[in-house]
């Protein structure tokens, strides 16, 4: 299974962004996630989406500016961020293969290798 995370960029805060999470190669399970890690901190949970039933879930920091939808055809999540802010910035990886909707990293057993978001204030 590969994913392929595209889409980052250097913005300002109050700016928009739009992720793409792109998966090929075998079975994904039922759902698909975005984590973010920052400098010096641990991988934090952003957003998942079930492939069939398009259930959503969000972390508290990003509910109301974060949008997470699915391709089914082209097998692609995307994670459309508005109303960026400086705490926003960091690595964003797209992950797959867990069997539930889950905030955990432990969960999802393929990764892909990360997009950078940068938001400057």
Do not use: H
Request: glycine share 10%; aromatic share 10%; hydrophobic share 35%.
């Amino acid at each position: 299974v590969q994913l392929q995370a595209s889409g980052g960029g250097l913005v300002q805060a109050g700016d928009s962004l739009r992720l793409s999470c792109a998966a090929s190669g075998g079975a994904l399970g039922n759902t698909l996630a975005w984590f973010r890690q920052a400098p010096g901190k641990e991988r934090e949970y952003v957003s998942s989406i079930m492939w069939n039933r398009g259930v959503t879930d969000y972390a508290d920091s990003v509910k109301g500016r974060f949008t997470i939808s699915k391709d089914n055809a082209k097998n692609t999540v995307f994670l459309q961020m508005n109303r960026l802010k400086p705490d926003d910035t960091a690595v964003y990886y797209c992950a797959a293969g867990s069997m539930i909707l889950s905030n955990y990293t432990s969960t999802y057993r393929y990764w892909g290798q990360g997009t950078q978001v940068t938001v400057s204030s």
